[in-house]
């Protein structure tokens, strides 16, 4: 999702007011990791986090982000500019 988006290949969505979004770092840090498309596993390792923290973390980001599943999550990550298409090109280089 993100890259299409970064690509214009689908038009982003609308922006959501970031100031209301209260989220500890321990989610913050888990959306770009996600919008890159790591597991579990992979996030605990590159956050040095255990894999039960970084999955109840992650339950957490989705219930406050109202997200269904990784691509909604990205997709509010977006809205809100936790990612950004900085990332996302730098992702893709």
Excluded: F, K
Excluded at 34 to 61: C, H, K, W
Excluded at 65 to 78: D, E, F, P, S
Aim: hydrophobic letters at 45%.
């Amino acid at each position: 999702m993100h890259r299409a988006y970064c690509l214009n290949i689908l038009p982003p969505p609308p922006l959501r007011d970031a100031a209301a979004l209260d989220l500890p770092c321990t989610q913050r840090d888990l959306v770009p990791l996600i919008a890159q498309g790591m597991t579990d596993m992979q996030m605990a390792i590159a956050l040095n986090r255990s894999e039960a923290a970084v999955r109840a973390s992650r339950r957490d980001l989705h219930r406050n982000l109202a997200a269904h599943n990784r691509a909604h999550l990205v997709t509010r990550g977006w809205q809100y500019g936790l990612v950004t298409a900085d990332q996302v090109i730098a992702w893709l280089r």
